[in-house]
């Protein structure tokens, strides 16, 4: 079963190798991993994507507890949540009837064309990994220059927060 | 008070309470050491390599209690010490690592004797530290001994580069007499409800067994074990790394359990109904096939670390807390209960068990013209009266001992269980005699694992560390030799030991006395005096039987009822069948 963990962890410079560290030494399976500060400069969140029977998550989830940097663990996926990604996707653009086809398929997924030339677009697109891969599937394999997708981020619904 | 970060080291380890380190200098300690020079509070302990002052700060800590210190420098000093390390870290023993490391504005540079030691150490400590301002150092160190020594135990590291240390900067230092971390918290207290759900299923037991292991003798509980097991009555088996946490000569003690453990306790784990695991962590050369781990059993498992619960085997009863909280709680449950155990079952129980002990699994041939590893632990026993601390190197010696002598104490037995590393058993002697001057300190080894550190004979002349070391030379890389003549038709690949050393006059070289026993009836003369000489260190080199094994034997894949057995317990009994039953 797919699992989202978020942490918060210390925002030390060996934090992310002792995580990163965690999941290839013990051999448990990494989909997605993003850190970034939070209001409190001192905390980093991180999101983990993994995948794993019962009994692998709660090792997973346990083992990362115990190490000095991690302050406070949940997984997502045991309640109500949202998760979204970030992609930027740089298409090859060449013709009116091709540059008007990308432009009308991106509104349909709510995607932005954030920089534009002559032969390019770069499209923006946020939402959920299935989203982000139905959008590329209308592309031409050909079309496609590059693409940059940030991993899962998510946050539980409602009032209850990882916080401190 | 003005200090440098030098001076704050050695000013922070005196407050601390720390006696002794064991090091090795280099030019990333250097300012360190000059410290050390000029103070005469903290003892230092030069060792003759990086991996024999983890050893013996771990066989210090083992013994004591206390966490065990180490000094390296930067790069090959970090590299070599890693071996220890892992070993501690294996076995959770507490431990703090300095090691030097080259200037801030050098790191990254390649810069001589730079390895990235928080990266290399990474996977082998409880938690490591660089320490990058000198404002920080003193309470790094103390974080560093708290996180060492609380909840489940561990080496931890802090990696100090040379500027911080230098003699010029001095700032205001002050012993910080406490920390707290924000992100741990280790669990004290076992959740109430839990332990009066033990004590429940506890007393319905009909065939109950306690297994207890190294959990019990860090957390200082063997009192509360030894109260809680009399007051059941039930039987109790130990792990290798928990022996003497019960008294090894008790009754209600049928053993050490798992690949090499006794028949009955083996035969026990199969057959109970109620498994009560206290601080072990059913490692796999305990639970053999873990589908086949105490069929018929419901478990319940306390232990510090949550991560241990449930990560091999699934247990019904999960107590996270102290050994010694937990089991202070269970007593008082246990005590006040009106239910108390069923002691018609328990009778049937025990008249299984030792019917089960009459077979003397640990028989071995007599009448060999060979001197016979067990023996020589039997002459240990009597000669030190079961009373030495003994330490141990990795192979058959090490199983030999385990078996042969039982320890009626904590800490006395000290071995690498975890990490199994040859080498270890030298060191850690030395490690015990520096914290017990007046206990006479054993290390039982092989003429493998004893070459792996033997410059630290060097060590034990310089400080005066007068250990006895057991030789058990079998001219071979024994248990290899056993796995070999087992699984691969007896073809002994690279498991001979050729071009031995004379160890007598190796011993000698090193300026200590070195004896020579070949033939059994002089065994125990030979041990008798090698212990006569109180304050010199001696090397008995035993040339023992090369063809023995260690029995009994769970094989891989195994259950604990389908146990290989010693030719002798096999001829005196017939065989055994797939129940494990003598047929
Ligand atoms: C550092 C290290 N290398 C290799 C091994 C694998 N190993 C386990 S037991 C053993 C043989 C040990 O030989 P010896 O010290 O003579 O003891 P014996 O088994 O003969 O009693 C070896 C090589 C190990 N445990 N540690
Ligand atoms: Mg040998």
Known sequence: MRHIISLLVENESGALSRIAGLFSARGYNIESLTVATTQDPTLSRMTIVTAGSDKIIEQITKQLHKLIDVVK????????????????????????????????????????????????????????GDKLNAYIKTLQDSDVIEIVRSGSMGITRGEKALTL | MELSGSEIIVQFLKDEGVEHIFGYPGGAVLH??????????????????????????????????????????????????????????????????????????????????????????????????????????????????????????????????KDITAPHIKISYEYPKQVSLRSYNPTVKGHPKQIKRAAELLLSAKRPMIYSGGGVILGNASEELRKVTRLLGFPITQTLMGLGAYPGTDKQNIGMLGMHGTYEANMAMHECDVLFAIGARFDDRITGDTSKFCPKAKIIHIDIDPASISKTINVDIPIVGEVKQVLTDL??????????PDQKALKNWWTRINSWQQQDCLAYDHTSKHIKPQSVIEALYEVTGGNAYVTSDVGQHQMFAAQFYPFDEPRRWINSGGLGTMGFGLPAAMGVKMAFPQAEVACVTGEGSIQMCIQELSTCLQYDLPVKIINLNNRYLGMVRQWQEFFYEKRYSHSYMDALPDFVKLAESYGHIGIRVEDPADLKAAMQEAFSHKDRVVFLDVITDQTENVYPMIQAGAAHNQMEISPVHKKRLGSINPEGELS
């Open chain 2, 331 to 340: 007593y008082q449950i246990l005590e006040q209960s009106a239910e108390k």
């Open chain 1, 73 to 128: 663990l949940q997984d997502l996926t045991e309640g109500n949540f949202i998760e979204r990604e970030m992609m930027f996707v740089k298409i090859r653009a060449e013709g009116e009837t091709k540059r008007s086809e990308i432009q009308r398929l991106s509104n349909i997924f709510r995607a932005r064309i954030i920089d534009v030339t002559d032969s390019t677009f770069c499209v923006e697109l946020t939402g959920s």
């Open chain 2, 32 to 161: 360190i050491y000059d410290a050390i020079h000029r103070q005469d509070d903290v003892k230092h302990i030069l060792v003759r390599h990086e991996q024999g002052a983890t050893h013996a700060a771990d066989g210090y800590a083992r013994a004591t209690g206390k966490p065990g210190v180490v000094l390296v420098t930067s790069g090959p000093g970090a590299t070599n010490a890693i071996t220890g390390i892992a070993t501690a870290y294996m076995d959770s023993i507490p431990m703090v690592v300095i090691s030097g490391q080259v200037p801030s504005g050098m790191i990254g540079s390649d810069a001589f004797q730079e390895v990235d030691a928080i990266g290399v150490s990474r996977p082998c400590v409880k938690h490591n530290f660089l320490v990058n301002d000198i404002n920080k150092l003193a309470i790094t160190l103390k974080k560093a001994f708290y996180v060492a020594t609380t909840g489940r135990p561990g080496p931890v590291l802090i990696d100090i580069p």
